[in-house]
Nanobody, 115 residues
Framework: QVQLVESGGGLVQPGGSLRLSCTAS????????MGWYRQAPGKERELVAT???????LYADSVKGRFTISRDNAKNTAYLQMNSLKVEDTAVYYC?????????WGQGTQVTVSS
């Protein structure tokens, strides 16, 4: 069973930046397409960015041009660099396999964008 641990969230002003990290146990991470998901209060969880094992990326329109997903397979870690943050980016952010979240969910990391 793969365990996922997200970190790097926090409180940031609009226009600010944060870098999230997701570390996975188990070698299957290196073979998996990974994604960053987010869930805002009262809303369904949504997939915002994906990266294949080879490094190809896809983004939701809402974050395209502002967020960058990357990974370091040697460290079993995926990253989400978030720039030009908006109030509507406020959510709990999770990583998991993508596009189907087949791994057990981690605890997530809270991102709050507020002035």
């Amino acid at each position: 069973q793969v365990q996922l641990v997200e970190s790097g969230g926090g409180l940031v002003q609009p226009g600010g930046s944060l870098r999230l990290s997701c570390t996975a146990s188990g070698s299957i991470f290196r073979l998996s397409t990974m994604g960053w998901y987010r869930q805002a209060p009262g809303k369904e969880r949504e997939l915002v960015a994906t990266i294949t094992s080879g490094g190809s990326t896809l983004y939701a329109d809402s974050v395209k041009g502002r967020f960058t997903i990357s990974r370091d397979n040697a460290k079993n870690t995926a990253y989400l660099q978030m720039n030009s943050l908006k109030v509507e980016d406020t959510a709990v952010y999770y990583c998991n396999a993508a596009p189907r979240a087949t791994m057990a969910w981690g605890q997530g990391t809270q991102v709050t964008v507020s002035s």
